[in-house]
């Protein structure tokens, strides 16, 4: 199985979630995924700026000129995806935030109706479940992790897709996540 991990801690010094995201790929190697880890706060990426030129003029393709091409292209050719940050301020980091929004070049622009809601159409035959892994701040009270919780779902159903799960890091272990993407 592919796994790819968008890791958005921004605070990569302070060692607790980088050295859990390490386990995490130890644990998921060990059972012979096949892992990609972003580190987002290290990378080169601009905001997307509506430009809609991945839909018209670049189709799938975003306009932009950084290092989110590899991370697209990585996205969409897994199997899963996990959405790892610490919350900040109640919601995940804004850098990962940043390249979440531009994954709207990962889809049709059309749209069509699915559950009586509008949503976009394919633009790929597969797309990646999603996993949700936060760290949670001092003051993270059970609002927060509901909102953060709505949006990526609501992400991964504009990508035809589920979140599978939502755990912290703080009460995970590694093993429950691995087992977690594989068994469901």
């Not at 995806?81 to 531009?102: H, N, Y």
């Not at 559950?115 to 790929?124: I, M, V």
Request: aromatic share 14%; net charge negative; proline share 4%.
């Amino acid at each position: 199985m592919h796994i790819t991990i968008l890791n958005g801690d921004i605070h990569p010094e302070k060692m607790i979630f980088s050295e859990y995201i390490q386990r995490l790929v130890e644990k998921f190697e060990s059972e012979k995924h096949d892992v990609e880890v972003f580190n987002i706060h290290s990378m080169k990426l601009f905001y997307c700026k509506g430009c809609w030129s991945c839909w018209w003029k670049t189709p799938g393709k975003c306009d932009i000129q950084d290092d989110g091409a590899p991370v697209f292209q990585s996205v969409i050719n897994s199997d899963f995806i996990i959405f790892a940050s610490p919350l900040i301020a109640g919601f995940t980091s804004s850098a990962l935030k940043k390249i979440t929004d531009r994954f709207v070049c990962l889809l049709h622009p059309y749209i069509q109706l699915k559950n009586g809601e509008s949503h976009h159409r394919k633009r790929y035959e597969k797309y990646p479940n999603f996993g949700l892994l936060l760290e949670k701040e001092a003051d993270t009270d059970d609002e927060d992790i509901e909102i953060v919780k709505n949006i990526y779902e609501r992400l991964a159903l504009n990508f035809h897709n589920s979140m599978r799960f939502c755990f912290f890091i703080e009460s995970t272990k590694p093993e429950e996540i691995e087992y977690a993407i594989s068994h469901n």
